[in-house]
């Protein structure tokens, strides 16, 4: 069964370097999202793609975080000059359009530790 | 602005028995969706159900029932007879209608089925 792919599954960086996490939608879909869940909380949105700019983002979303579709499979989330609030699971998903195209279905996640 | 609540924090029980995981959601829209994902302790976020907020019947998948009623605001999630591999954080969220929408998801509840 497809599904979203992220990498890496674990990152450990200092404080104030830049971090890229990657992700390969599910080939069909065309919306693609990050989330994030900081440790023993809620999944919150952070941003949605959709035919090659953002369509969407939230308050956290700041110009700290960039998007990119850099080819034709893969999506990546960075994060600059990162600081230690943004260690969190950082979750990749991937939507169709259409009727459908609300089901959001989720990597497996990237783990993020700033230290 | 859309919001999800899932008053119960934690839930414990014992293999087999029967267990519902309530979820209230606010939204201002005559139409949305409403899901269900399930989150192991390996961290990823699994996909369970999604229902449209026309469609008020209740849907039987295996063990998993969920009961949507739109006069409460309600889309509370049942497992009959529990098993040990029930035992996860169970997420309720909520989006707008339109293809690449954002979720809202509620605080989610702790399942731990003992055995």
């Known amino acids: 069964e497809p599904e979203v792919t992220q990498t890496p599954s674990h990152q450990v960086t200092q404080m104030g370097q830049e971090v890229i996490l990657r992700c390969v939608p599910i080939?069909?879909?065309?919306?693609f999202y990050w989330y994030r869940q900081i440790l023993g909380q809620k999944v919150e949105f952070l941003v949605s793609?959709?035919?090659?700019?953002?369509?969407?983002k939230s308050e956290i979303f700041d110009d700290q975080f960039s998007v990119e579709r850099p080819d034709g499979s893969n999506f990546t989330l960075k994060i600059r000059s990162t600081k230690l609030e943004d260690s969190a699971m950082y979750f990749c998903a991937s939507s169709e359009r259409g009727a459908s195209g609300n089901t959001i279905y989720f990597g497996e996640g990237s783990w993020l530790t700033v230290v | 602005a859309q919001k999800v609540t899932q008053a119960q924090t934690e839930i414990s029980v014992v293999e087999k028995e029967d267990v519902t995981l309530d979820c209230v959601y606010e939204t201002r829209d005559t139409t949305y969706y409403l899901f269900w994902y399930k989150q192991p302790p390996s961290g990823e976020l699994v996909f369970l159900i999604r229902?449209?907020?026309?469609?008020?019947q209740n849907e039987i998948s295996g063990r998993y029932s969920w009961n949507f009623q739109k006069s409460t605001s309600s889309f509370n999630f049942t497992i009959t007879a529990s098993q040990v591999v029930d035992s996860a954080v169970y997420f309720c969220?909520?989006?707008?209608?339109?293809?690449?929408?954002?979720?809202?998801f509620g605080e989610g509840t702790q399942l731990t089925v003992n055995p």
């Open positions: 080939s069909n879909h065309l919306y």
């Open positions: 969220a909520l989006s707008r209608e339109t293809s690449g929408s954002r979720l809202t």
């Open positions: 229902r449209n907020s026309f469609d008020e």
């Open positions: 793609f959709y035919n090659n700019e953002i369509s969407e």
